[in-house]
C-alpha cells in the first residue's frame, strides 16, 4: 500500500489535515504523515504535527488489511488554536460497497470568544482545508502571516560544529511556535512563551555536520499562517571548537512518551478519598517511541488544591523504548473537603529532549464529613411555632443485631433542617437517639391508647406534624405485617415486643392535626446491608397495604417496597433514601422553580434518583413509596 501523503507544511502553510488516505486497490488506511514518513500503529511524533498546535484525543490509529477489514470507524482530534477559537474534527468512514469507499468528514469550528458556530460536511479533502482556513480567518479576523527575521550574518562555510542563530520573530496577533530542521531533520521544536506572543526574539545553537548542511527555519502563528527561512552552510573538518557558539543542541531521536489511565487506592480499600486521610493514583506510562527517555519528569496538580494536596509525585528517572513504569501520585484530603468529583491531571516530558506527554486527567471522589444536604441550610422563610416534629434514629441495637450504620446521621440532618429550613422551634422537636420500646410507646401511644406524648403537643387544627424515623424494621414472618424495631428487642420477638406500623399510622391518623408526614427509612424484609436480622430467615414478601399505611390527611414516604432493602448511601454517609428525600426538600425537587416543593414533585424526584442510584451502585431495586391524600400539598416553601 502507498498512501497518497501530504507534505508537513504544504507549500506555504501548514495542513489542516492529513489523516485519512485512500490506496488504488479501494483499502482504507488511517494514518498521520510527518514529512514524508507515514506513521500508524507507531504514534511517534503525534504532538509534534502542526507546529506542536494539534492536541490529539485519538480514539485510536487504526488500519485495516485485507483480512481485517471494518465498516464504520469514528476518531476525534481536538485542536486549540489559543483561547479564541477551538477547531474540532470528527471523521467518520463508513462502508458504502465493493470496492467503492465514502469518506465523510464533519468539521465544527466553535469561535468561543464571541459564541458563534461554524459546521460543514466534506468528501473532498481540497475542499475541506480550504473551506477551514477560510472560515478560521474569519472567526479571527484577516490575518497577516507570522514574521521572521535572521538578525546575524550567516556565512557559506565555518569550521566548527554549530552556529548560533539570532531569530526574530513577530505576529499580528499571536505567534504560535518555531523549529529549526538541518538537512530534513528536526533539531529544534519549541512553542513561544506566553506574555512574548507578539514579538519573541532568541539565540538558538544549530548543530552541522561535516559536509553540506540545509538549515532550515520555520516560525507558524495560531492561524497556521507561516513564515520561513533557509540558508547553505559548509562545515570543514576544523577544531570542532564550541566556544564560538552555546551549548550544543541535543539532536537525538527523542523518545515518545504516553500516560495511560489510572487507578485509585487507600489503605481502606475505598473509592472515596475522606477528608483527613491519603491515598494513591497511580498511572503507567510507556515510551513509544525509538530513542531513550532519560531523564524524566513527572507533575500532578488537583483542580481545587485547597481542598485536596499533591503531596508527592514517584516515577522512574528512565525509559527505554517499549519499557513501562508506574508513576504514583500521592494525595492528601484536608479536613474541610467536600463530597464531590475532583480532578487529578498528571504531565510527564522527558528534559534531555524536552518530549512531553499528552496530560492525562483522572477523577476521584472526595468524601467530606459532612455531605451536601448537612451544611448550608435554606433559611427559614416564617417560623411555625406551633408545629410538632418526632425525629428518630436507632443505629445500635442490642440481641446480636446489625447496627443501622447511618440511622443517628441521618436524625440529626432532618432535625436540622426541620429547625433551619422548616421553622420548627427546638422545644417541640421531640428527638431520640436509639429508641426502647417504652420510648416508642411514651411518644407515640400504644394500640389501647393512642395519646402519647406527641398528641399533647397539638394544637388542634392548628398544628403541623412530622415524623421521621431511621433504623431497622421487622417483618411479622408467619403473617408478612410490618414493625419498626426498638433497640432493646430482638427481632424474634418481634410480634410481642415490636411496635407495629398499623399502630403507628392509625394513632398519627386520630392526631387533631392540621396536616401529618411521616417519612420512615426502613425496610420490613428482614434483610439489611449486613445481612438477614431474623436468624434462618429469607427476606419476607412484606405486603404494604395503602389502606393500612397511608395517612388519612397527609403523606407517607417509605423507603422501599415488598422483600427490597434499603440501602446506606457511603459516597454521602447517609440513607440513600433519607439523602435524596432531604436534597429534594431542600430545592432539587422543585421541577417548574417556582421555590415551592409539592408532594408530587418529591414523589417524582425520590421515585426517580433512589431506584437509579440503588442499581447503578449496587445491581438491585429499591422503589420508595409515597402516599397522599393531596397531591399539590406544599411541603416546603423556599421563597
Not at 243 to 250: D, T
Not at 432 to 442: F, G, Q, Y
Not at 581 to 607: F, M
Request: hydrophobic share 35%; net charge neutral; glycine share 6%.
Amino acid at each position: 500500500m502507498n498512501p497518497e501523503t501530504i507534505s508537513e507544511f504544504g507549500t506555504h502553510r501548514p495542513n489542516w489535515f492529513d489523516i485519512v488516505n485512500k490506496s488504488q486497490d479501494a483499502d482504507w488506511k488511517i494514518s498521520i504523515s510527518s514529512k514524508t514518513k507515514v506513521i500508524d500503529r507507531d504514534t511517534e511524533g503525534l504532538n509534534q504535527i502542526l507546529m506542536g498546535t494539534l492536541q490529539l484525543g485519538v480514539a485510536g490509529i487504526i488500519s485495516s488489511d485485507e483480512d481485517n477489514d471494518f465498516n464504520k470507524t469514528l476518531v476525534t482530534i481536538n485542536f486549540s488554536a489559543g483561547s479564541l477559537a477551538l477547531l474540532r474534527g470528527t471523521y467518520l468512514l463508513t462502508t458504502t460497497g465493493e470496492p467503492k469507499r465514502k469518506t465523510v468528514r464533519t468539521i465544527i469550528i466553535s469561535d468561543l470568544l464571541n459564541g458563534e458556530l461554524y459546521t460543514k460536511k466534506f468528501t473532498n479533502i481540497e475542499k475541506l482545508s480550504k473551506w477551514t482556513e477560510k472560515t478560521m480567518r474569519k472567526a479571527r479576523g484577516d490575518r497577516k502571516s507570522a514574521f521572521l527575521k535572521v538578525k546575524n550574518d550567516v556565512p557559506d562555510k565555518v569550521d566548527y560544529n554549530q552556529i548560533s542563530l539570532e531569530l526574530d520573530m513577530k505576529d499580528d496577533v499571536e505567534l504560535a511556535a518555531y523549529k529549526i530542521y538541518v538537512n530534513g531533520k528536526k533539531v529544534t521544536s519549541k512553542l513561544i512563551p506566553q506574555g512574548n506572543r507578539l514579538e519573541y526574539s532568541i539565540v538558538e545553537s544549530v548543530p552541522l555536520q561535516i559536509g553540506f548542511n540545509e538549515v532550515e527555519i520555520k516560525v507558524a502563528d495560531w492561524s497556521a499562517q507561516l513564515d520561513e527561512k533557509k540558508f547553505q552552510i559548509f562545515r570543514t573538518r576544523g577544531t570542532g571548537d564550541n566556544s564560538k557558539s552555546p551549548q550544543i543542541v541535543n539532536t537525538e531521536v527523542p523518545p515518545l512518551l504516553t500516560i495511560r489511565p489510572g487507578k485509585y487506592q487507600d489503605r481502606n480499600d475505598s473509592e472515596y478519598l475522606d477528608a483527613g486521610e491519603s491515598g494513591i493514583v497511580s498511572f503507567t506510562i510507556r515510551n513509544e517511541g525509538h530513542g531513550r527517555a532519560k531523564n524524566i519528569r513527572a507533575v500532578a496538580v488537583s483542580s481545587d488544591p485547597s481542598s485536596i494536596t499533591v503531596s508527592k509525585v514517584r516515577y522512574p528517572n528512565e525509559l527505554s523504548p517499549g519499557d513501562s513504569g508506574k508513576v504514583k501520585v500521592l494525595l492528601f484530603a484536608s479536613s474541610g473537603v467536600k463530597t464531590q468529583e475532583q480532578e487529578i491531571t498528571l504531565r510527564v516530558e522527558d528534559l534531555f529532549t524536552e518530549s512531553t506527554a499528552l496530560p492525562m486527567k483522572f477523577t476521584i471522589l472526595s468524601r467530606g464529613r459532612y455531605s451536601d444536604i448537612d451544611i448550608e441550610f435554606p433559611g427559614a422563610r416564617l417560623r411555625n411555632h406551633s408545629a410538632v416534629a418526632v425525629v428518630i434514629g436507632n443505629g445500635e441495637y442490642e440481641h446480636e443485631v446489625p447496627n443501622v450504620k447511618y440511622a443517628t446521621r441521618d436524625a440529626q440532618t432532618v432535625r436540622d433542617y426541620l429547625h433551619n429550613t422548616l421553622g420548627y422551634s427546638s422545644s417541640n422537636i421531640i428527638y431520640k437517639e436509639n429508641a426502647t420500646l417504652s420510648t416508642l410507646r411514651s411518644v407515640f401511644g400504644s394500640s389501647d391508647n393512642y395519646q402519647g406524648r406527641l398528641y399533647d403537643y397539638v394544637i388542634p387544627g392548628k398544628t403541623d406534624v412530622f415524623v421521621y424515623y431511621s433504623g431497622h424494621g421487622a417483618p411479622d414472618v408467619e403473617h408478612g405485617t410490618s414493625y419498626l424495631l426498638p433497640v432493646n428487642v430482638s427481632p424474634d420477638d418481634i410480634t410481642t415486643n415490636g411496635y407495629a406500623m398499623e399502630t403507628l399510622v392509625n394513632n398519627l391518623n386520630r392526631l387533631p392535626a392540621r396536616s401529618t408526614t411521616l417519612i420512615v427509612d426502613a425496610c420490613f424484609s428482614g434483610n439489611t446491608e449486613s445481612g438477614m436480622i431474623i436468624k434462618g430467615a429469607s427476606p419476607v414478601n412484606i405486603r404494604l397495604r395503602e389502606s393500612e399505611l397511608a395517612l388519612r390527611k397527609g403523606t407517607t414516604l417509605y423507603a422501599s417496597r415488598g422483600n427490597q432493602m434499603a440501602s446506606w448511601f457511603d459516597r454521602e454517609k447517609h440513607g440513600l433514601f433519607t439523602y435524596y428525600v432531604i436534597k429534594g426538600l431542600r430545592g432539587a425537587a422543585d421541577k417548574n422553580r417556582d421555590k415551592k416543593i409539592t408532594v408530587s414533585e418529591l414523589k417524582e424526584y425520590v421515585e426517580t434518583y433512589v431506584p437509579s442510584m440503588a442499581r447503578r451502585t449496587w445491581g438491585r431495586n429499591q422503589n420508595p413509596v409515597v402516599l397522599y391524600s393531596d397531591k399539590d400539598d406544599v411541603m416546603v416553601d423556599l421563597r
